[in-house]
């Protein structure tokens, strides 16, 4: 595979099946959105409406205006499909505390979780230099944010129409995920910046089980993580262990 560092892991046992370099530091990029979207739904409510304070224009956006007003769930959707920027920072800046506070509960979560070589810097994973994770720890992020049946709904769209409370502005979202459907693969997210290079988080159903694949500062992130799908699919074999 061309990326730098990879693994696969089972997600419910955690046995880790394949990895490469899955202990070195390398940034996050919009996979950062995972724990934006934790974090937030321990907050918010779904109904919960939330207003532009400040318009972003950087990387992937929906185009947001100040003053417009979204719910919730219709600004995780924009987060998590077409990997919206400004969707992210408009629900840090509706956090108490705004984004700060909100940035420095992402990183307690992440403490948590377990996640000691994780670390965030922004909502949307903007920010290569200082934001950080290993390929094991953002799969076990991705473990986790499965328990969560919205979370997984969510990553598992691939069209989705949203608009703002008012119907004025409406947007169509596509899922930047180009595997989803194949193969089993159910999820999760993308992630690019010059920095980082590609990633991907993807979670694939097999013989009843979910496994997780993350792949970082690749060269071609969607045929990294078919290879390494075609491969478990080919090589995997799950036994009944008796007392």
């Given at each position: 595979?061309?990326?730098?560092?990879?693994?696969?892991?089972?997600?419910?046992?955690?046995?880790v099946i394949?990895?490469?370099?899955?202990?070195?530091?390398f940034?996050?990029?919009?996979?950062?959105?995972?724990?934006?979207?934790?974090?937030?739904?321990?907050?918010?409510?779904?109904?919960?409406?939330?207003?532009?304070?400040?318009?972003?224009?950087?990387?992937s956006i929906?185009?947001?205006?100040?003053g417009?007003?979204?719910?919730?769930?219709?600004?995780?959707?924009?987060?998590?499909?077409?990997?919206?920027?400004d969707?992210?920072?408009?629900?840090?800046?509706?956090?108490?505390?705004?984004?700060?506070?909100f940035?420095?509960?992402?990183?307690?979560?992440?403490?948590?979780?377990?996640?000691?070589?994780?670390?965030?810097?922004?909502?949307?994973?903007?920010?290569?230099?200082?934001g950080?994770?290993?390929?094991?720890?953002?799969?076990?992020?991705?473990?986790?944010?499965?328990d969560?049946?919205?979370?997984?709904?969510?990553?598992?769209?691939?069209?989705?129409?949203?608009?703002?409370?008012?119907?004025?502005?409406?947007?169509?979202?596509?899922?930047r995920?180009?595997?989803?459907?194949?193969?089993?693969?159910?999820?999760?997210?993308?992630?690019?910046?010059?920095?980082?290079?590609?990633?991907?988080?993807?979670?694939?159903?097999?013989?009843?089980?979910?496994?997780?694949?993350?792949?970082?500062?690749?060269?071609?992130r969607?045929?990294?993580?078919?290879a390494?799908?075609?491969?478990?699919?080919?090589?995997?074999?799950?036994?009944s262990?008796?007392?």
């Amino acid at each position: 595979i061309l990326a730098q560092a990879a693994i696969v892991v089972d997600k419910d046992s955690g046995v880790v099946i394949y990895a490469k370099n899955e202990n070195l530091r390398f940034s996050p990029a919009s996979t950062t959105k995972i724990m934006t979207a934790l974090t937030a739904l321990d907050y918010f409510k779904l109904t919960d409406v939330l207003e532009v304070k400040r318009a972003t224009g950087e990387g992937s956006i929906l185009g947001l205006v100040r003053g417009e007003k979204m719910t919730f769930l219709d600004l995780l959707y924009a987060m998590l499909l077409p990997s919206a920027n400004d969707a992210a920072f408009v629900i840090a800046q509706n956090y108490p505390g705004e984004e700060k506070i909100f940035i420095e509960k992402m990183n307690q979560k992440a403490k948590l979780l377990g996640l000691n070589n994780t670390h965030f810097q922004d909502p949307a994973g903007l920010l290569d230099q200082d934001g950080y994770t290993t390929p094991l720890e953002l799969a076990r992020l991705a473990s986790y944010a499965l328990d969560n049946k919205i979370f997984s709904q969510i990553v598992s769209t691939k069209y989705r129409f949203i608009s703002d409370i008012y119907a004025v502005n409406t947007y169509s979202l596509l899922n930047r995920n180009k595997l989803l459907g194949i193969n089993g693969i159910s999820g999760i997210k993308t992630g690019f910046t010059d920095e980082a290079g590609g990633v991907l988080v993807t979670s694939k159903e097999q013989n009843g089980h979910t496994l997780i694949i993350v792949v970082m500062r690749s060269e071609d992130r969607f045929g990294d993580t078919l290879a390494l799908a075609s491969y478990v699919s080919d090589s995997l074999t799950y036994l009944s262990i008796h007392p």
